[in-house]
């Protein structure tokens, strides 16, 4: 998040700065108004309009804040802007049981990969949560396990892990993530005992949905919307799902309904 913000206005400051706005104060309303314009007709996605839109308030806040911005803050914007609510994509059953069986058995890295999406879709991780996940965060002697997990914006919560996906990480640990020589406490190493790097896993997700057969877009996300989706269908609760997730609003929750 913090690199998605810090490139969103590292571009807004070079592309006014072709304009001869070379100064954050000498910015106006109309001046950010034509630059997400200008974004949204080069073909720059909704929730990346977003996402520069929100950059830019949370810079020009801590401007103000330090005393050091414009006496008016321009991102100020006359209404508010609102996404259309899309429907995230997920995959059936049978699909989630290919993409999880595609690592091989034998080998670290068909353990760790299977450990991944495992954790992935079997506990609805985020990305970075799975990457992030530590030894000392597992309590793997309760039915079910319990992962202390810190979500977003430093959020933690206790997340369950039973059946096939905690069987996937046993095996992981127990035999094969000492073979790595760990440099670390985290659970998922690289091949030379590093953290597993948030990219390579988008990578690894979407090779194993290839060799899965898999012909829709997935991604780590996909896994979770999928979570969400079948605890849902299954019966699940709403507001239990939302602590699973760890969503902060219950209306993100409430998407997977539809």
């Known amino acids: 998040t913090l690199a998605a913000y810090r ?66 803050d321009p991102t100020r914007l006359a209404g508010k802007v609102h996404l259309w609510r899309r429907l995230p994509e997920v995959l059936g059953p049978g699909e989630c049981r290919a993409l999880l069986d595609a690592p091989p058995e034998k080998g670290w890295k068909g353990q760790r990969d299977r450990a991944l999406l495992a954790l992935l879709y079997g506990s609805g ?69 590093r953290p597993l790097e948030r990219s390579r896993a988008w990578g690894l997700v979407r090779h194993w949905a290839q060799v ?3 012909t829709k877009r997935v991604h780590p996300h996909t896994l979770r919307h999928s979570c969400a989706t079948h605890l849902l269908a299954g019966g699940g609760d709403l507001r239990m799902v939302q602590e699973f997730l760890g969503h902060a609003d219950l209306r993100t929750t409430e998407l997977y309904t539809h």
């Open 7 to 72: 490139r969103d206005l590292e571009g807004a400051a070079r592309i006014l700065a072709e304009r001869g706005l070379r100064d954050w104060n000498a910015v106006e309303p109309e001046d950010l108004a034509q630059l997400l314009a200008d974004r949204r007709a080069e073909g720059l996605a909704p929730a990346s309009q977003m996402r520069l839109l929100s950059a830019l308030r949370g810079f020009y806040r801590f401007l103000v804040a330090e005393r050091r911005g414009p006496l008016r």
């Open 125 to 193: 991780l985020r990305v970075s949560e799975a990457c992030g996940l530590r030894m000392g965060d597992l309590s793997l002697d309760m039915d079910p396990a319990i992962l202390r997990v810190l979500g977003k914006g430093g959020k933690e919560r206790l997340v369950p892990c039973g059946g096939e996906a905690l069987r996937r990480l046993q095996i992981w640990i127990d035999e094969e993530r000492d073979s790595r020589q760990p440099a670390t406490a985290v659970v998922l190493l690289s091949q030379r005992g």
């Open 212 to 214: 899965a057969g898999i």
